[in-house]
């Protein structure tokens, strides 16, 4: 064991301190962001509850896949409720289809206005190894730990549908909602 200098502990006292601030400095900007967005959220979040997005996705079921979730997912300017799934099979884990339903917050010349879309997105298998036990205890939980993607909406290319919210329409995007997740999960079947 090597003895170190006095300069060398507190160099070494400094740099940990430095870190330290950092960290904090960091997760302070993060709190702030957060609780600045907040509005935003729960606003999209109560879009999404008023289309029953939840219900709906929670009625989609493709024949010949796991499905898991519907879960709500929250981002700076978005607020989705999702639910994943694969085909049956062993070796079927590697790849995770993620179909939701997006509530996002769009600035433009006129205001702000929420758009909708329903999607889907595929996310690899990123963990180092595959343990079939652990996966499945995870995987109902959550997708992010054995895929590394996150709940935010897919690219226009794979939208399914897309509308500009208005609360009068609310209903008729209810049903908007529940026939194109039902042409999705008949999509799906006959894969």
């Known amino acids: 064991m090597s003895v170190k200098s006095p300069r060398q502990v507190e160099q070494r006292k400094e740099r940990y301190r430095q870190n330290l601030v950092r960290k904090l400095k960091a997760q302070q900007l993060a709190r702030q962001q957060e609780e600045a967005t907040a509005p935003t959220r ?4 109560s879009v999404l509850d008023g ?37 049956n099979g062993y070796h079927a884990y590697k790849t995770l289809t993620v179909v939701g339903v997006w509530a996002r917050m769009l600035e433009g010349e006129t205001g702000s206005t929420v758009h909708l879309c329903i999607g889907h ?7 180092p190894f595959f343990q079939p036990e652990a996966y499945q205890h995870a995987l109902k939980r959550g997708f992010q ?6 709940g935010s909406p897919p690219d226009e290319a794979a939208w399914l549908w897309h509308e500009v919210y208005a609360a009068e329409k609310r209903l008729a995007l209810r049903t908007s909602v529940e026939s194109v997740l039902a042409a999705w999960v008949e999509s799906m079947t006959q894969v």
Request: charged share 15%.
């Open 42 to 45: 729960k606003l999209l979040s």
């Open 51 to 87: 289309l029953n997005a939840m219900g709906a996705l929670s009625r989609c079921d493709p024949t010949g896949w796991l499905v898991y979730g519907p879960k709500g997912f929250t981002g700076q300017n978005w607020a989705g409720a999702l639910l994943w799934c694969r085909p």
């Open 121 to 127: 997105k595929t996310a690899a298998y990123t963990a």
């Open 145 to 150: 730990q054995h895929y590394g993607a996150d």
